[in-house]
């Protein structure tokens, strides 16, 4: 079974702080691709950062880095400087080659000026 | 803007009717997936589309179905509807090859509410 576990249902941080997120997967795929999805109070799904299972160095996109520990099927987003409009649901998902995406249940994250 | 397109936007409705969900995918997408998702919960695969063709089930109800027309645009179909169904129901589109990213883009969704 693949599953997708976000062990943090809400977390805080003081703007400008860093914080980082947690997500746990299992699978037994070899080929596969990780995702962090940002959602707005808008409800748009924002595709934050992905990581290809294959590549060992972690994906940056500015202020968002992920460490990504594949022995340990571990996710995590790290969000440095953090700003008000960080504030959002983040779903970690898993994505087992071209097919659909299995997502965490969410994190809250919840920005304090 | 994804562009997905997904309408209606908002869908109110009562137990036991029907109703019928429409999302245009990204040009030059061939993919397109569905996805629920209930109140404060991740999204939940129900069915994926290639090229007209029917190419994974997830948890999709028997009272659920979908296609998908030639154009690429897709329907999902939603009948006898319990108030449970009430959800955001998300549209995503990919170019699905076998090999690369694969990325999935989202639509706005379409929020629905059974009374």
């Known amino acids: 079974a693949q599953t997708v576990t976000q062990s943090q249902p809400e977390m805080s941080v003081q703007e400008a702080e860093t914080v980082t997120l947690s997500c746990t997967y299992d699978t037994s795929e070899s080929d596969y691709y990780l995702f962090w999805y940002k959602q707005p109070p808008s409800r748009q799904m924002i595709l934050v950062i992905r990581q290809e299972a294959y590549k060992q160095q972690n994906a940056t996109e500015n202020r968002f880095s992920v460490n990504f520990q594949k022995a340990a099927k571990s996710f995590s987003l790290k969000i440095s400087d953090s700003q008000l409009g960080d504030a959002a649901m983040y779903f970690c998902?898993?994505?087992?080659?071209?097919?659909?995406?299995?997502f965490g249940t969410g994190t809250r994250l919840t920005v304090i000026p | 803007d994804s562009g997905v397109t997904q309408t209606p936007k908002h869908l109110i409705t009562a137990t036991g009717q029907r109703v019928t969900l429409r999302c245009s995918p990204r040009s030059g997408d061939l993919s397109v997936y569905w996805y629920q998702q209930s109140l404060d919960q991740g999204l939940q695969f129900l069915i994926q589309?290639?090229?007209?063709?029917?190419?994974a089930k997830g948890n999709i109800l028997e009272r659920f179905s979908a296609q998908q027309f030639p154009d690429l645009h897709s329907e999902l179909n939603l009948s006898s509807l319990e108030l449970g169904d009430s959800a955001l129901y998300f549209c995503?589109?990919?170019?699905?090859?076998?090999?690369?990213?694969?990325?999935?883009?989202f639509g706005p969704g379409t929020r629905l509410t059974v009374l």
């Open positions: 589309y290639y090229n007209g063709e029917e190419r």
């Open positions: 998902a898993y994505r087992p080659g071209a097919n659909n995406l299995f």
């Open positions: 995503a589109s990919s170019v699905a090859r076998r090999e690369g990213r694969n990325e999935q883009f």
